[in-house]
């Protein structure tokens, strides 16, 4: 059974920073795209930033480019995000997700095959 599951979120003053993990289980997505997306209360669920199965290359959100950075450690089958400069715009859960599909860039859609459960991310002002 395939997993994929978030941690790092919580509670982080505004300019804070915070490193959300996601580790993958259940077969290795070494050859695959890895995503974050995040979805605040009453609003629609939306990208955050991609990368692609090699770490090769990276896209992210307008919102939160200069201020993210998403990586991936093959090895142990995880992705992460760091965040920095965080905003009260910025509360969210956040969303892991993977992409069924050997070889994918870092693509920015939202028909990611794999979602994990999420962590909640929340920045006080």
């Known amino acids: 059974q395939v997993q994929l599951v978030e941690s790092g979120g919580g509670l982080v003053q505004a300019g804070g920073s915070l490193r959300l993990s996601c580790a993958a289980s259940?077969?290795?997505?070494?050859?695959?795209?890895m995503a974050w997306f995040r979805q605040a209360p009453g609003r629609e669920r939306e990208f955050v930033a991609a990368?692609?199965?090699?770490?090769?290359?990276?896209n992210y959100a307008d919102s939160v480019k200069g201020r993210c950075a998403i990586s991936r450690d093959n090895a142990k089958n995880t992705v992460y995000l760091g965040m920095n400069s965080l905003k009260p715009e910025d509360t969210a859960v956040y969303y892991c997700?993977?992409?069924?599909?050997?070889?994918?860039?870092?693509?920015?859609?939202?028909?990611?095959?794999?979602w994990g459960q999420g962590t909640q991310v929340t920045v006080s002002s």
């Open positions: 990368i692609a199965w090699n770490g090769g290359s990276t």
């Open positions: 259940g077969r290795s997505f070494s050859y695959d795209a």
């Open positions: 997700t993977a992409k069924n599909r050997r070889g994918s860039g870092a693509y920015m859609g939202y028909d990611y095959d794999y």
